[in-house]
């Protein structure tokens, strides 16, 4: 099976790390035409945190990238963030107090969005954000490229991290004779209640661990 | 035209021209609309725009008259001409006596001497180093533009191209969108048809892709449509019975 040429952008993630007065970051493609997936995180916190956002659907990065803003949440554990409880919860576990959503936009395509996360409230100065705009918009190109280069992969051989999920997602469908739409929520939903992640359910259905028909 | 009333045309001119970008954004009002403000803010008889088409052959794009429409398509044959200099150069292009232009563009003077314009003004439609075109100015009566009207012109210049390329970026990403997606959901179906297979079939995920490509193969159909065939009875959305 024929893996991706280049290596996963992890560049992209430590370059914002560097360059910010954050601590983490991870970047994540939310939706047609891409997967909803993080596509790079500087470390496991970063994609922690995101997964969270991905898994649960709400998040300041959702809010970003369906308003084509950035979303800058200064203080997680104060504000408006009663509108993200679990990511609240799980940031507060992980020593992070703020968290900053970039969306990332070439043209027509909303590409997905940049989510660094700081362990200080109140972390970016307006200078911080204009450069993490500038920088979001970088990234934003160079997935797009890259996305572009592997057009021509042989369909049902691509390395996607989401494809796990898509095939536990079909699993569930001829289980339970639903819709694939139906069958994610519930492999959502029984993430949700038992405090796994979406992936983590998706791999237990795969290797027979878990079985909804029983 | 007094240089009061000429300011707050020019200013009326700038935000109309912004409202178009931001608003339904349509290139050719643009366009249009650029070269008619030019030509009156400026005291041009016409104005007219050359941009290269796809395959790298220059066009007149937006032209306010079947006159300027000729003078430009002239510049194109005899692949001559004030127009054609400020795209090549990148530099801007003043003539004001018709023996300037003989001298400069013979063959150019020849065919478009009968079209009577006095002074021509081109300026090359540029964002640092990329030369997208030209706007080009044409007028009838004596005296050309001043430095200043030249510097103003070079304003309204700078927003067709900033319109052309934000329009451009938009296109080309649309159709990089559309492929995209068309590759994203050939290849969740896929995955998920894998998924129904292995379940049904109590085998594992390359196995189920061997099923699946076996089939695309017997019956000559593509991969994705047996994988959505086979996705949709699963599901139960089959339209005929299993």
Same mark, same amino acid.
């Given at each position: 099976?024929?893996?991706?040429?280049?290596?996963?952008?992890?560049?992209?993630?430590?370059?914002?790390?560097?360059?910010?007065?954050?601590?983490?970051?991870?970047?994540?493609?939310?939706?047609?035409?891409?997967?909803?997936?993080?596509?790079?995180?500087?470390?496991?916190?970063?994609?922690?945190?995101?997964?969270?956002?991905?898994?649960?659907?709400?998040?300041?990065?959702?809010?970003?990238?369906?308003?084509?803003?950035?979303?800058?949440?200064?203080?997680?554990?104060?504000?408006?963030?009663?509108?993200?409880?679990?990511?609240?919860?799980?940031?507060?576990?992980?020593?992070?107090?703020?968290?900053?959503?970039?969306?990332?936009?070439?043209?027509?395509?909303?590409?997905?969005?940049?989510?660094?996360?700081?362990?200080?409230?109140?972390?970016?100065?307006?200078?911080?954000?204009?450069?993490?705009?500038?920088?979001?918009?970088?990234?934003?190109?160079?997935?797009?490229?890259?996305?572009?280069?592997?057009?021509?992969?042989?369909?049902?051989?691509?390395?996607?991290? %989401?494809?796990?999920?898509?095939?536990?997602?079909?699993?569930?469908?001829?289980?339970?004779?639903?819709?694939?739409?139906?069958?994610?929520?519930?492999?959502?939903?029984?993430?949700?209640?038992?405090? %796994?992640?979406?992936?983590?359910?998706?791999?237990?259905?795969?290797?027979?661990?878990?079985?909804?028909?029983? | 035209?007094?240089?009061?009333?000429?300011?707050?045309?020019?200013?009326?001119?700038?935000?109309?021209?912004?409202?178009?970008?931001?608003?339904?954004?349509?290139?050719?009002?643009? =366009?249009?609309?650029?070269?008619?403000?030019?030509?009156?803010?400026?005291?041009?008889?016409?104005?007219?725009?050359? =941009?290269?088409?796809?395959?790298?052959?220059?066009?007149?794009?937006?032209?306010?008259?079947?006159?300027?429409? =000729?003078?430009?398509?002239?510049?194109?044959?005899?692949?001559?001409?004030?127009?054609?200099?400020?795209?090549?150069?990148?530099?801007?292009?003043?003539?004001?006596?018709?023996?300037?232009?003989?001298?400069?563009?013979?063959?150019?003077?020849?065919?478009?001497? #009968?079209?009577?314009?006095?002074?021509?003004?081109?300026?090359?439609?540029?964002?640092?180093?990329?030369?997208?075109?030209?706007?080009?100015?044409?007028? $009838?009566?004596?005296?050309?533009?001043?430095?200043?009207?030249?510097?103003?012109?070079?304003? =309204?210049?700078?927003?067709?191209?900033?319109?052309?390329? #934000?329009?451009?970026?938009?296109?080309?990403?649309?159709?990089?969108?559309?492929?995209?997606?068309?590759?994203?959901?050939?290849?969740?179906?896929?995955?998920?048809?894998?998924?129904?297979?292995?379940?049904?079939?109590?085998?594992?995920? $390359?196995?189920?892709? #061997?099923?699946?490509?076996?089939?695309?193969?017997?019956?000559?159909?593509?991969?994705?449509?047996?994988?959505?065939?086979?996705?949709?009875?699963?599901?139960?959305?089959?339209?005929?019975?299993?």
């Amino acid at each position: 099976m024929p893996t991706r040429e280049s290596p996963p952008p992890r560049t992209l993630c430590a370059g914002f790390v560097s360059a910010l007065p954050i601590g983490h970051a991870a970047i994540s493609t939310l939706g047609d035409p891409f997967d909803v997936e993080t596509v790079c995180a500087s470390d496991a916190v970063a994609a922690g945190l995101d997964e969270v956002q991905l898994d649960t659907g709400v998040g300041p990065c959702w809010r970003a990238y369906s308003s084509r803003s950035p979303v800058l949440v200064r203080d997680l554990h104060h504000e408006d963030s009663s509108d993200w409880p679990m990511l609240t919860a799980a940031a507060a576990a992980e020593g992070v107090a703020s968290t900053y959503a970039f969306p990332m936009v070439v043209g027509a395509v909303g590409v997905g969005v940049v989510d660094l996360y700081a362990e200080h409230r109140d972390a970016l100065s307006v200078r911080d954000v204009a450069r993490a705009l500038a920088m979001a918009d970088a990234a934003a190109r160079h997935i797009l490229r890259e996305a572009m280069d592997h057009l021509d992969v042989e369909p049902g051989t691509g390395s996607s991290s %989401r494809r796990f999920v898509h095939q536990a997602t079909g699993m569930v469908c001829a289980q339970l004779r639903v819709t694939p739409e139906d069958a994610l929520l519930i492999i959502r939903a029984h993430a949700f209640a038992t405090g %796994r992640s979406v992936r983590e359910v998706a791999e237990a259905l795969i290797a027979r661990e878990l079985d909804f028909s029983e | 035209m007094s240089r009061a009333s000429r300011e707050k045309d020019l200013v009326d001119t700038f935000v109309e021209l912004a409202d178009t970008m931001v608003g339904g954004y349509d290139i050719v009002e643009l =366009l249009y609309r650029l070269v008619s403000r030019s030509a009156d803010i400026f005291g041009a008889a016409d104005a007219g725009i050359l =941009l290269p088409a796809a395959d790298g052959t220059l066009e007149v794009v937006a032209s306010t008259s079947e006159r300027s429409q =000729l003078i430009g398509l002239l510049q194109l044959g005899a692949d001559q001409g004030p127009c054609l200099d400020a795209y090549r150069t990148g530099e801007s292009v003043t003539v004001d006596d018709i023996e300037a232009i003989r001298r400069r563009w013979p063959r150019f003077a020849q065919d478009a001497g #009968h079209l009577g314009y006095r002074w021509m003004h081109a300026m090359p439609l540029r964002l640092r180093d990329e030369i997208i075109g030209s706007l080009n100015l044409f007028g $009838d009566a004596p005296g050309a533009l001043s430095a200043e009207d030249a510097t103003a012109a070079r304003g =309204l210049a700078d927003i067709a191209t900033i319109g052309i390329l #934000h329009e451009r970026a938009f296109r080309e990403s649309d159709v990089a969108r559309k492929q995209l997606q068309h590759a994203l959901d050939s290849r969740v179906i896929i995955e998920q048809a894998k998924g129904v297979l292995a379940h049904t079939h109590k085998i594992d995920m $390359d196995q189920a892709f #061997h099923v699946l490509r076996g089939q695309a193969r017997s019956s000559r159909r593509p991969l994705s449509d047996i994988a959505r065939e086979i996705v949709d009875d699963a599901s139960g959305r089959a339209e005929r019975p299993l």
